[in-house]
């Protein structure tokens, strides 16, 4: 009987922050079986992550301080068994080593990776020998392959003492999980983690928002909220003019508003008109027009722009 094959997916996760700013110093040890393993992910300790099946985890090390400090690390695969008493999980030690810092520099105050002048590592050993370092640059990143054995959790443990003991170091891990095996010992794949830890290490720029006035333009007729395409995900508008109060009712909605159709929303003086876009989508400002029962009226309001 011929054995089907199995095609597994080949789309590697993006770079994750499992560890982030650990000071641990209790000394590694060969893990004992344990009743339960659940994910802990982005805290200041052990970090435990789930496999999704994948065969392979790419690890880099980060840490504070000063350029080749060190500390050390052990990567445990675990197995989940079950048995009359229950669940129980297996541990396999999957790499162990020293990993040192190098010069390059990541993470910015308030950006959720801690204070700037985070190093990543440029150095990682292995001394239980399965895992492989596929990438290493002086002052640049190492990178950490290790095989996952059919593991459905992986942990990676860090310890201070066991390298400098530098009161100052801190430590950060970031994993990928991936079914490819020895791809990314060049530079375009070290780009491509410097590009995930770009988006790890920016806080989301938040756009501020923009300043919208409209009039109606002399005559109780229809006229658009802006002159041109603008977009937005999210819109506000007061009915009242600029530097004043209306003085009458004004009319919001798509191109047909006329104040004697029931395709508009009525404005009394000073009420407000919010509109905020379902997510993935977003409005056009040009779409949307106000009227009114005087020609001297208008709306004030702001905008988030995409």
Known sequence: MTEPIIDLPSIDTPYRLLIDGSVATVALADPAPASSKAESIGLAANGVIKTNGRRFARIVFGATDTNEDDFTYQVIGWSRVLGLSGEGWIPRVLAAGEAQAGTDVYGAS???LGASGNLFCDEISDTVGEGA???TVA????VLEVPLFGSERIEVQTDLDGGDGNAALTVDCFIQLTNQEGVGDDAANLNAI???MAELTSAPVQKDAISLVKALAGSPVPVALVAAETFCTSFSVRAARAGGV????VFIGLSDVISGTKNYYKLVPDAVFT???RAGTKFDLNDWYIDGETGIDGVIGTYEPV
């Open 110 to 112: 308030g950006a959720g």
């Open 133 to 135: 370092v596929i990438f």
């Open 139 to 142: 002052n640049t990143r190492a």
């Open 194 to 196: 410097a590009a995930d």
């Open 246 to 249: 209306n003085v009458g009712d």
């Open 275 to 277: 509109r905020t876009a």
